[in-house]
């Protein structure tokens, strides 16, 4: 059974950074896209930023993070990274990591094949 787990999170100021990152268990390394989706208090889940199965994969991130964050994976760890710049109190939620075979830099929420348990970033004003 695969399992995803995340790592990373924190607390952090405004302006902060801190980086997320994901291993996937279970499974072979390689030929799967991976993302990262968050949900904030009260709210629905929201794609933040993707990448990619094939090597020199491309990414693709939500409008009000492009800039500030960078996906990247490691195939040959089995894991995916997130890079988080420039915080802001609105991106104060639970991030999740996301997996698909084969799978493109975006896809819909009901395709990922795996999802972690999530891990907690607050950024404080």
């Known amino acids: 059974q695969v399992r995803l787990v995340e790592s990373g999170g924190g607390l952090v100021q405004t302006g902060g950074s801190l980086r997320l990152s994901c291993v996937a268990y279970?499974?072979?390394?390689?030929?799967?896209?991976m993302g990262w989706w968050r949900q904030a208090p009260g709210k629905g889940r929201e794609f933040v930023a993707g990448?990619?199965?094939?090597?020199?994969?491309?990414?693709h991130y939500a409008d009000s993070v492009k800039g500030r964050f960078t996906i990247s994976k490691d195939d040959t760890k089995n894991a995916v990274y997130l890079q988080m710049d420039s915080l802001k109190p609105e991106d104060t939620a639970v991030y999740y990591c996301?997996?698909?075979?084969?799978?493109?830099?975006?896809?819909?929420?009901?395709?990922?094949?795996?999802w972690g348990q999530g891990t907690q970033v607050t950024v404080s004003s």
């Open positions: 996301t997996s698909k075979l084969y799978g493109l830099a975006f896809i819909g929420e009901d395709v990922w094949d795996d």
């Open positions: 279970g499974r072979a390394p390689g030929r799967y896209g």
């Open positions: 990448i990619g199965w094939s090597d020199g994969a491309s990414t």
